[in-house]
Structure formats: C-alpha cells, structure tokens
C-alpha cells in the first residue's frame, strides 16, 4: 500500500436541479464564499488557478488546477490537480427528483513534505480532516443555493 495516496468518495443530496447546482460548482473562484475550508482561489487563465485549503488540522495546502472536463449537459466537472496534491477530482451530477445528486471523487498522492512525514500515523487523521472538509462545504453549498 502506497501511504501517500488517497482515493475519495462523497454523494451530497442537494435541494436544487442539476443546472443550478452546476452554476455555483464551475466558479470554483467563489468557494471561498460558500465553502469555509476553502481559503483561497486565485484564477490564473479561464482554466487553470491556485487554490489553498485548509480544515481541522493546522497546515495549509496548495494545488494549481487544471480543467480537463466542462460538460454541463452530463453534469461533469473535473480538474487535474498539481502542487501539495497530485492527481484529479470530479464533480458529477444528476437529476434525483426535483434535486440533485452530487458525486464529488478525487484520486491524488500527497506531495506536501509534512504529510509524506506523516504518512503512516497520520493517514486516519488525513482521512478525518478530508471528511470534516467535505462536510463544510456540503453545508455551505446547501445553504448558498438556498439564498
């Protein structure tokens, strides 16, 4: 097992269709409005950008993003990912009922020095630290589609 990388899965149930969800999700400039644990987003060119993110634990990291797919009729958005984080991640959404179903996956290996130090006892709290991130940005993307 490779201790530096991660593959995640998380399904957010939103009150809002596909399309508006999709809006708010291909701005990844405005996260840091609605998504407490993103920090920063610094658009380079209209595909790539700087993003810092930070949750529970006290450190930082530091991605460039890339956009490999922008596919709103399939509900897709997927950036490559370089930096303390090497790898991608996805955004893919449905129609479930009058709302929407939200797939976020990320495939990446640790590149930041202080979690390659850390890799084995570290892991769990990573772990924690991803889902606590995911949670806060499933609440602050609620709440922003509500208003």
């Keep these: 097992m490779d201790w530096c990388r ?3 899965r998380s399904v957010w149930r939103l009150a ?3 399309a508006a969800v999709y809006g708010v999700l291909e701005r990844a400039e405005e996260y840091p409005l609605w998504w ?3 920090r920063e987003v610094v658009p380079l060119d209209d595909r790539t950008g700087t993003a810092r993110f930070r949750s529970l634990l006290p450190y930082d990291l530091v991605i460039t993003a890339e956009a490999r797919r ?4 399939a509900g ?3 950036v490559g990912m370089s930096g303390d984080l090497d790898g991608w991640a996805r955004w893919t959404l449905t129609a479930e009922g009058t709302g929407t179903r939200a797939v976020y996956e990320q495939e990446v290996e640790v590149r930041s020095p202080l979690m390659r130090a850390l890799a084995v006892p570290g892991r769990p709290l990573f772990r924690a630290n991803h889902a606590l991130m995911m949670r806060g940005g499933r609440r602050g993307l609620a709440a922003h589609l509500r208003t």
Excluded: C, G, H, T
């Design 16 to 18: 809002a269709p596909p």
């Design 36 to 38: 407490p644990q993103v």
């Design 76 to 78: 897709v958005l997927e």
């Design 6 to 8: 991660y593959r995640f």
């Design 70 to 73: 922008r596919d709103p009729d």
